[in-house]
């Protein structure tokens, strides 16, 4: 089965600390990889995606992503965070077998609480 | 314009109303999607169109009828809906190529729909 793991619910970070977030994934094939920011009330927004070359992704507010295929992982980091980082953070594949060539599979997602 | 929008925010209707929720986006993205997203969960994918077609229903119940009157507009008709259909429904697009899966999508905020 294809799926992707998001194994901490929320992650509590001090303002000006480095913040990873965690992100495995299970599927056939080569995926694509993404990473979504939720605020409160509102839609989700891009934050940067691997697709293929350097496994060091770097993306929108200072967010970078690591992708490693040997540990089938796709970590979101930030070196300094902020208390506005504070939101719910989705990772999320596109297989390369899903069936349906525009279909995302979603981690469950973590929340981000950075405190001053 | 980078902006996908949905109205109406909020949304409050009985089990017999019709209603309908809109989605529009001005980039030239020719794939359009819905998802439901109940809180604290990640979304759940609907429906996609590509190219104004239907391509990718996932099973979803036919009191959600999906429309797409053109390549710039999104419509979700609702019909004799239950409580447990109240959530957040987001609306998305993309551009669209069948061999290219790298393609983010660019999320609305959603609309806020309430059953009674």
């Known amino acids: 089965a294809q799926s992707v793991a998001q194994p901490e619910d929320q992650v509590n970070v001090a303002e000006g600390n480095p913040l990873t977030v965690k992100c495995t994934y299970s599927?056939?094939?080569?995926?694509?990889l993404f990473w979504y920011v939720q605020y409160p009330n509102r839609g989700l927004q891009f934050l940067l995606k691997?697709?293929?070359?350097?496994?060091l992704v770097k993306g929108s507010y200072g967010f970078e992503a690591e992708f490693n295929k040997s540990q089938t992982s796709f970590h979101l980091k930030k070196p300094s965070a902020l208390v506005s980082d504070s939101a719910l953070y989705f990772c999320?594949?596109?297989?390369?077998?899903?069936?349906?060539?525009?279909?995302?599979?979603f981690g469950a997602g973590t929340r981000l609480a950075v405190h001053p | 314009d980078t902006e996908v929008t949905q109205t109406p925010k909020h949304l409050v209707m009985g089990m017999t109303n019709k209603k309908s929720l809109k989605c529009e986006q001005h980039?030239?993205?020719?794939?359009m999607y819905w998802y439901k997203q109940k809180a604290k969960k990640p979304p759940e994918l609907m429906f996609v169109?590509?190219?104004?077609?239907?391509?990718i229903n996932e099973s979803v119940p036919s009191r959600f009828s999906p429309e797409c009157p053109n390549s710039s507009l999104l419509n979700l008709h609702l019909h004799a809906l239950q409580p447990e259909d109240s959530a957040l429904y987001l609306c998305?697009?993309?551009?669209?190529?069948?061999?290219?899966?790298?393609?983010?999508?660019?999320f609305g905020p959603g609309t806020r729909l309430t059953v009674l």
């Open positions: 599927v056939s094939g080569n995926p694509y």
């Open positions: 169109y590509s190219y104004e077609k239907l391509s």
């Open positions: 999320a594949v596109r297989p390369m077998f899903s069936g349906g060539y525009n279909k995302l599979i």
């Open positions: 998305a697009s993309s551009q669209a190529s069948p061999r290219d899966r790298g393609n983010e999508q660019f």
């Open positions: 691997y697709i293929t070359g350097d496994n």
């Open positions: 980039m030239g993205h020719r794939a």
